[in-house]
């Protein structure tokens, strides 16, 4: 068991407004969320003495912006625009995902390097397909991945949903069943994108198809916008307004598959199944004690490997394991029950971090599954770069 299981909290949560082309820059959308969580933590900015993030653009194969505070926003750069630069004792800039900057965080708030950490994600979507490769020339694996279109992740994640569906037996309508339904839960979080817009099956199985059975409604939606939590120590947050969210134990992925593609579906199982592994060991507890999944929605294939990776289900059963309704709020397993990344919009694993939040501190509204106690939390696809969390209510 993790020796600082429980020991370090989720004590306030910010959002801005999630919509396309936000005319605002990045940085002034990230103040925004930033002030958000410091009021719902009942903190204010003297008080912070941590900021953590990952400053990238997600961009692949055309040019990718690295303007601070248009394109990216640096932990140094969001203190000074925050003027708190000289309460500073921590900064992270932690690569791949923002999850790891949230890893690094909690182990600043035990070690005593810092005592608040705002840890924030901001994004935006860059003008034209972020997908397209544009370059005349591709070095590396992009010399025999480019010629053949299989440079973005739709692509690589396509292969592993085809791979998946002829394994499994399975047919796109039991992602249109998951699609559709995750869609009604988006309805219920005044956080997402696609509150108030209804998805049918029929649309769905229309939807453009991006990389054969990838569709554009399997893809996660690229927003501008930014959310904040603030991490500190229990036992400081436990005298803060709200309820405290702990923060039960971690695991981070560190399986490479051997053929130098960026995805297949055994490697992602194996490397999901190692990851969970960890998690359940660090946070001492099983699988069977948690009541509620914000599993990781890049592409949709991924809560269906997470599933199973993660032993809710048995390899090849996680579509059955949906179509028989186990994922439904009522179900035995709420899954993604704000919408996730498919319907709040592309957080890098913010959306799971902050709706595992507000679950186990019944701060849910209408959404809220009751009695949820433990939610457990995948972020990326359980290769290595992968993280996964316990998050759990305050006894």
Known sequence: MWEYRDQV????IGYTELIRRNPRTLLSLTV???????????????????????????????????????????????????????????????MPMVTHAAIDAINALVAGTCTHVVLYRALH???????????????????FFAPYGFSMPAGWAATVARRYLDLADATRESFARFIVDNRERAHLNPNAFFRGKSLTTDEYLSSRMIADPITMLDCDLPVDGAVAIVLTRTDRARDLPNPPALISGYAASNHVGATGVPMTLED???????????????????????????????????????????????????????????????GSLPLNTGGGCLAEGRLHGMTQLTEA????????????????????????????????FVISAAG
């Open 9 to 12: 909290a989720i004590a306030g």
């Open 357 to 388: 939040a507000y679950q186990v501190t019944n701060r849910a509204g209408e959404r809220q599954i009751p009695g949820a106690q433990r939610s457990v939390v995948t972020v990326s696809n359980g290769l290595a770069g992968s993280t996964a």
């Open 32 to 94: 925004e969320a930033t002030d958000a969580a410091l009021a719902d933590a009942g903190l204010t900015r003297a008080d912070v003495d941590g900021l953590a993030t990952t400053p990238t653009m997600p961009v692949y194969g055309g040019a990718k912006g690295n303007r601070d505070g248009i394109d990216v926003v640096t932990p140094g750069h969001l203190s000074g625009a925050l003027r708190i630069r000289d309460n500073i004792t921590w900064l992270g800039n932690t």
């Open 125 to 143: 979507m860059p003008q034209g397909r972020y997908s397209n490769f544009t370059s005349a020339r591709a070095g590396g694996k992009d010399q």
């Open 268 to 330: 992602i199982l194996a490397g999901a199944e190692a990851t969970g592994d960890r998690l359940w060991n660090a946070a001492g507890i099983g699988r069977d004690e948690i009541d509620i999944a914000q599993l990781y929605d890049g592409f949709s294939i991924f809560t269906y490997t997470w599933l199973e990776g993660l032993g809710f289900c048995d390899r090849g059963d996680a579509a059955d394991f949906i179509d028989e309704g186990n994922a439904r709020p009522t």
